[in-house]
């Protein structure tokens, strides 16, 4: 039984990625959603987005991952354009 006032102590800790899991997630980020993401590490959606708020270098490699992604389809694409495609 646990001791002390409701809201102290008990409960799972607040899951954390590490520096690595953080480029990984910025690699996934171009290619999965966050639904993907989180199913990938284990974690629901809404942890994955809890996990952005307490630690916005997760969430700025998420974004800067999928920026990543539509820079480089943009690229692709005037270059296909310039060709004649």
């Not at 899991?21 to 974690?43: C, H, M, P, R, W």
């Amino acid at each position: 039984m646990k001791n002390g006032n409701q809201g102290d102590g008990g409960g799972r800790p607040p899951v954390e990625l590490t520096a690595e899991q953080t480029i990984e997630l910025k690699a996934l980020a171009s290619v999965l959603n966050k639904s993907q993401i989180a199913d990938y590490f284990g974690i629901s959606e809404n942890t994955l987005r809890a996990i952005e708020k307490r630690q916005p270098e997760v969430f700025a490699a998420y974004k800067k991952g999928r920026v990543n992604q539509i820079v480089g389809m943009g690229t692709n694409l005037v270059q296909l354009a310039k060709a004649g495609s």
